[in-house]
């Protein structure tokens, strides 16, 4: 039991919701700074994403070196990455060697599903109860979630999807075991990163892979490559300065490139296009890179939008399937892909791409697709259907303030206070939570930067002999609104992305994440040094 600033016994000073990289370090932290913690996972395992997401293919879109935590000097000098993008197996081990390194497994209950918390105001306290493995109620000073952002698989509600006859999988929930398409007719539906990676490697496999398409996607080769002993020891004798630089950096990785200073109209056609070549060849998200104002005016968009279209024109023999596979909205404000191969794919006999962009899928059947009136006969069907992303896992469990749950306190749409607190939701944290940087950025770099804050915060109000913090309405409000004047200066909102809500039917448009990481540091930064602005304490 622990007993630690006010008078209510409770069972821990804070429950941590989730072991994947943002509960990790929850943990850890709250251990050192002194408080009680346990956390519940509902897999068997830590890792969160990298432990659900075992689809073929599945690797980080962030360089190895970057997508890694930088809070122990001595763990990012041991540890040794073998290529420059991790794929989802060596992440997972990466995510378990730190469980291990920090004995971090027994304040964990694995394979345990945290179903609601209600916070009580009179003791102020969380009541929270679990099902699974540790079935249980636990009191706790505060909840902090650490749920992750794509962590609830979006199945489309497409009819007689229950009815297929073949092995069904998504790519959110891979199964453990191997999966061999040898031999197979193949239906993947979703041509977001998850299909991009999956779908190359598929097509190898099967006998015939069927795509289908409702929404054409821009990806840029990763380059992928193993790392050399020489440039892993050239990151590490570095490894602060590249930090530091990243934390100065809009999505916080990316500090070995050079990026642009200027806006892409600035240069002639030819510069510019030379400039895109020297980035496409050099692979990932530094496409985007070459000058400021890519995804703030449409016209220099457009510039690198058409460069992608070039080359899937160059890369994709028959010009039909070009065409169909060529987007027309806004580069980058549908989450950028990385791919290995993915328009070559398409040159492939067995490989056929289904448009089914102005027909949908009309149902699935017993036997396998019919979309625009053409059965598609299958052995397998891959949903690639991406998540509810940001909220879908929050909402799962019915998390209750003294008035108001947050299903209603979010049932127009997420609204929160820095991304990490809720009006009407008190001792209530989230990390990476809507309205922060959060998937706009490298996502370790967030999670540490707010489970350092959460950490910052619970050690004042210990000192302060506070027991109750919440986000002040009007600073909720304030924030909501900065939120969207930040995104609407921006070409993010202008298509159908999951930053939307939008591949959810129903789900209300709100988009969720805080573009730039550098300002939103120094905001919270201010928050904190400024006795917790915006939030009220008792
Ligand atoms: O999901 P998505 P994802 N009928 O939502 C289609 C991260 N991630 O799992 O575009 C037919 O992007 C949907 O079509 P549309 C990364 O942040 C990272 O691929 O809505 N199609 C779309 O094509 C990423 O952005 C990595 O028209 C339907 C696809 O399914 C995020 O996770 C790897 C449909 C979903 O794409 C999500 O990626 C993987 C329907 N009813 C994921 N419903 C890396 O680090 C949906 N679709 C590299």
């Not at 609601?116 to 979630?145: C, I, K, N």
């Not at 229950?162 to 999966?179: I, K, L, M, N, R």
């Not at 020297?278 to 985007?288: H, S, Y």
């Amino acid at each position: 039991m622990s007993n630690q600033g006010n008078n209510a016994a409770v069972d821990y000073d804070v429950v941590v919701i989730g072991a994947g990289f943002g509960g990790m370090y929850m943990l850890y932290k709250l251990r050192e700074l002194g408080f009680s913690a346990r956390a519940f996972e509902v897999a068997d395992d830590v890792g969160g994403t990298w432990y659900w997401n075992r689809y073929p293919g599945a690797r980080c879109d962030v360089e190895s070196v970057e997508y890694s935590y930088s809070f122990d000097p001595q763990l990012q000098q041991d540890w040794v990455w073998t290529e420059r993008y991790a794929a989802q197996p060596e992440i997972l081990r990466y995510a378990q060697h730190v469980a291990d390194r920090f004995d971090l497994r027994r304040d964990i209950s694995f394979t345990t599903r945290v179903e609601e918390a209600q916070f009580d105001d009179a003791t102020a306290t969380w009541t929270v109860r679990t099902g699974g493995t540790d079935e249980r109620t636990v009191r706790s000073r505060f909840l902090v979630s650490a749920v992750g952002c794509l962590s609830s698989a979006n199945w489309p509600n497409i009819p007689g999807r229950e009815s297929f006859a073949g092995d069904t999988y998504h790519t959110g929930q891979w199964p453990h075991h191997e999966v061999d398409f040898t031999g197979k007719v193949v239906g993947v539906i979703g041509t977001g990163s998850s299909g991009i990676q999956s779908i190359p490697i598929i097509a190898r496999q099967a006998e015939h892979l069927y795509v289908f398409q409702r929404t054409p996607n821009y990806t840029v080769p990763a380059h992928n490559r193993p790392l050399t002993p020489d440039e892993l020891a050239d990151v590490k004798a570095r490894y602060d300065a590249i930090r530091e630089k990243n934390r100065t950096l809009s999505g916080g990785f990316g500090a070995q490139y050079e990026r642009g200073e200027i806006g892409a109209m600035e240069v002639p056609d030819d510069v510019r296009d030379a400039e895109y070549e020297k980035r496409w060849q050099i692979g990932g998200f530094n496409l985007l890179g070459g000058y400021t104002d890519i995804i703030l005016s449409k016209e220099s968009n457009e510039t690198a939008a058409q460069f992608v279209r070039r080359k899937i024109g160059e890369i994709v023999h028959d010009p039909a399937v070009a065409a169909a596979l060529t987007p027309d909205h806004v580069i980058g404000c549908k989450r950028l892909c990385i791919d290995t191969g993915y328009y070559e794919t398409f040159n492939r006999p067995n490989v056929t791409l289904v448009d089914i962009h102005d027909t949908g899928i009309d149902e699935i059947t017993p036997s396998g697709v019919r979309a625009g009136g053409t059965d598609y006969a299958l052995d397998a069907l891959v949903f690639a259907t991406g998540f509810d992303a940001m909220t879908g896992s929050l909402l799962k469990m019915d998390i209750r303030g003294p008035e108001v749950s947050l299903r209603e306190a979010w049932a127009a749409g997420p609204r929160t206070y820095l991304g990490l607190g809720v009006h009407g939701i008190p001792n209530f944290f989230v990390i990476t939570g809507p309205g922060s940087p959060s998937v706009l950025t490298n996502m370790i770099m967030s999670i540490e930067q707010h489970v350092e804050w959460i950490g910052d915060c619970l050690v004042a109000m210990r000192d302060g002999g506070h027991a109750r913090i919440e986000a002040t309405e009007p600073a909720q409000d304030q924030w909501v609104d900065y939120v969207n004047m930040v995104a609407s200066m921006t070409l993010f909102p202008t298509c159908n992305s999951w930053y939307l809500g939008a591949n959810v039917p129903g789900k209300t448009r709100v988009f969720m994440p805080l573009p730039g990481l550098p300002p939103y540091r120094e905001q919270c930064d201010a928050v904190a040094a400024n006795g917790y602005e915006g939030f009220a304490l008792a």
